[in-house]
């Protein structure tokens, strides 16, 4: 009998213990402690002028020889984190819908001409447009952001974003062997007047008043 | 036979047929960036007087060879942009609609005869009329959408029609594909024809 009660006790413990430690499950990432990194990381796929400005830049870089592109693997992310760090920081505001435009358009039209960018001055243009992009991705900062975890994430994006599609155009370029397959360069290039197309017409829609995208 | 000497279960059969058929009335233009993307997207589609001429333009270079069949696909989002300005700052340009008619009777008549103009000439007729285009893409643009996803969608639809256009080019190498290309141009250059009518028509 005594033993019976023993057991009943112990697993009345174990029910008490169990339900005691029971924690709330998280669904989404943003509620771990990790969850301002993957905001960061994740904030520039929320806005298309991110993702063109990205996509633009690292065609560029990658449609060049890999030794002018290099650099901009480490200046392309330090430029979203200074960006980042100087609107925190001091509260720099930069650009605004038109500057987005201009940006998106000169890349664009950069990629379609088949620009030869020197080395120095692609870095440059990376770092640069880095700490715009740095600088806008800061807005979705609030009170409670951690960040350093937020600007960690924003920079790591940046990286991997720049590095893989770098290696996919050069990848893609490399296998350019003659006349029939140099419609990979043209394809490369007719997608540069795409983004100038789009940079273009956004910097029509800003000065008619349909605001920021 | 008259509805009334329908049985109750065709009766309901036929309604139940009906309400299953019906969709939903879209009482607002699409929104947001989803909603822009996709306007963008159909708007050259729907419109067959751009898309037939879209699709010329990509087998009119493909006829033409090196260097228009890789500097038209490069150069004319641009220039359409540039007349997507001009239709979003509504800046007047008269006859837009028989004019993009036209382009349609005399780039689908172009590959029809198979038309072998100097390149410099060949690209100024082919930006004039993308000027009208673009104007008409950019001058159509819904309040609700967004303007950069609605900008994307209508520059991949346009590229995308280009690229149809030069893939039915490549028809080129068979001594058949280039009859099935001419008679594709003059087709064409008939339904432009029809439109040119159609828009002289509403205009009188």
């Known amino acids: 009998m005594r033993i019976v009660f023993g057991h009943a006790a112990a697993a009345m413990a174990a029910a008490v213990a169990t339900m005691a430690s029971i924690a709330p499950a998280h669904a989404h990432l943003i509620g771990t402690r ?66 987005n435009a201009v940006l998106i358009g000169m890349l664009g039209l950069a990629l379609a001409a088949g620009t030869r ?41 940046g990286y991997a974003t720049i590095t893989l599609l770098m290696a996919l155009v050069t990848a893609f370029r490399r296998a350019e062997g003659g006349p029939a397959t140099a419609w990979r360069g043209i394809a490369l290039r007719a997608l540069g007047g795409w983004i100038a197309a789009v940079g273009l017409m956004m910097i029509g829609f800003t000065y008619a008043g349909y605001g920021s995208a | 036979m008259s509805l009334s000497r329908l049985s109750p279960a065709a009766s309901g059969f036929a309604l139940a047929l009906l309400i299953m058929l019906s969709g939903p009335a879209l009482a607002h233009e699409q929104a947001g960036i989803a909603g822009g993307a996709l306007t963008g997207f159909l708007h050259p589609l729907t419109g067959p007087d751009h898309m037939i001429a879209m699709v010329a333009v990509g087998i009119w270079g493909a006829q033409l060879g090196a260097p228009a069949i890789w500097v038209l696909p490069i150069t004319f989002p641009i220039v359409m942009a540039a007349g997507g300005v001009l239709g979003i700052l509504k800046l007047p340009l008269p006859f837009q609609e028989p004019v993009i008619a036209l382009s349609a009777l005399v780039l689908g008549a172009a590959v029809a005869i198979r038309l072998k103009l100097p390149f410099a000439f060949a690209a100024a007729v082919v930006a004039v009329f993308a000027i009208f285009h673009g104007y008409a893409h950019g001058a159509e643009l819904p309040h609700a959408a967004n303007p950069l996803a609605y900008g994307i969608g209508f520059v991949v639809a346009t590229g995308l029609l280009h690229l149809c256009g030069i893939s039915i080019g490549l028809l080129l190498r068979w001594p058949v594909g280039d009859r099935l290309i001419r008679g594709m141009g003059a087709a064409i250059a008939l339904l432009g024809g029809y439109f040119l009518v159609r828009s002289l028509g509403g205009m009188a």
């Open chain 1, 34 to 99: 990790f969850g301002d990194f993957y905001a960061g990381a994740f904030h520039p796929i929320t806005d298309l002028n991110d993702v063109l400005m990205w996509l633009a830049l690292g065609l560029l870089a990658g449609s060049l020889p890999s030794e002018r592109g290099r650099w901009l693997v480490v200046l392309f992310p330090l430029g979203l984190a200074c960006g980042f760090v100087l609107s925190t920081s001091a509260g720099i505001a930069f650009g605004g819908a038109a500057t």
């Open chain 1, 117 to 157: 960018i020197p080395a120095p001055l692609l870095g440059l243009i990376g770092f640069s447009l880095g700490v715009t992009r740095g600088i806008a991705n800061a807005a979705a900062v609030e009170a409670t952001t951690n960040l350093i975890l937020f600007g960690a994430g924003l920079a790591c994006a």
